[in-house]
T-cell receptor, first 116, second 114 residues
């Protein structure tokens, strides 16, 4: 049980921003929010992660709601290469005293289609 | 840029045969993982490995499965007696740290059991 909810699919046009939502209403205080994506016929690829604050990196931005019950992955300018399945994953923080050992639990993700 | 490599890219085997899937994680990484993805389904965690022992395993990872780090570079997944339902893409991943862990995935090995 991935314990996150994402839309099955979304569409975007090339060079437009894309906002991919994720609901994780039962998140606990030490769970991290990770985003991975999987391009066709490839292994998953790390995109970004965060805990409480919004995060930016060269690939994307992650906006985390103040109550942490939802988050949004933002691709600022979609390219054709961004067409992939995007996974929002909760992961227990090791400092919670838990025994996560890094396990990632993937859901079905959101299939992003980018139109030229 | 360092990357995780996996061999072979495609393995075909007969039911009941043993297979060994090989992975070379990124050299300074300490945590290693195997996942699998049956065609059309989601990616499933199999096992995590740290300090030469299994840290966590899923229900899928039964007695037919084993992992090993035989030397300083390779990380292997062995399936002792393959079943038809073992047909899947198997992904190896590694990470440098446990917390804040960005996992780097390999390209996968497609296992076909006939």
């Amino acid at each position: 049980d991935a314990k996150t909810t994402q839309p099955n699919s979304m569409e975007s046009n090339e060079e437009e921003p894309v906002h991919l939502p994720c609901n994780h209403s039962t998140i606990s205080g030490t769970d991290y929010i990770h985003w991975y994506r999987q391009l066709p016929s490839q292994g998953p690829e790390y995109v970004i992660h965060g805990l409480t604050s919004n995060v930016n990196n060269r690939m994307a931005s992650l906006a985390i709601a103040e109550d942490r019950k939802s988050s949004t992955l933002i691709l600022h300018r979609a390219t054709l290469r961004d067409a992939a399945v995007y996974y929002c994953i909760r992961q227990k923080g090791f400092n919670a005293g838990g025994t996560s050992y890094g396990k990632l639990t993937f859901g079905q993700g959101t299939i992003l289609t980018v139109h030229p | 840029e360092p990357e995780v490599t996996q061999t072979p890219s495609h393995q075909v085997t007969q039911m009941g045969q043993e297979v060994i899937l090989r992975c070379v994680p990124i050299s300074n990484h300490l945590y290693f993982y195997w996942y699998r993805q049956i065609l059309g389904q989601k990616v499933e965690f199999l096992v995590s490995f740290y300090n030469n022992e299994i840290s966590e395993k899923s229900e899928i990872f039964d007695d037919q499965f084993s992992v090993e780090r035989p030397d300083g570079s390779n990380f292997t997944l062995k399936i002792r007696s393959t079943k038809l339902e073992d047909s899947a893409m198997y992904f190896c991943a590694s990470s440098e740290r446990l917390n804040y862990n960005e996992q780097f995935f390999g390209p996968g090995t497609r296992l076909t059991v006939l």
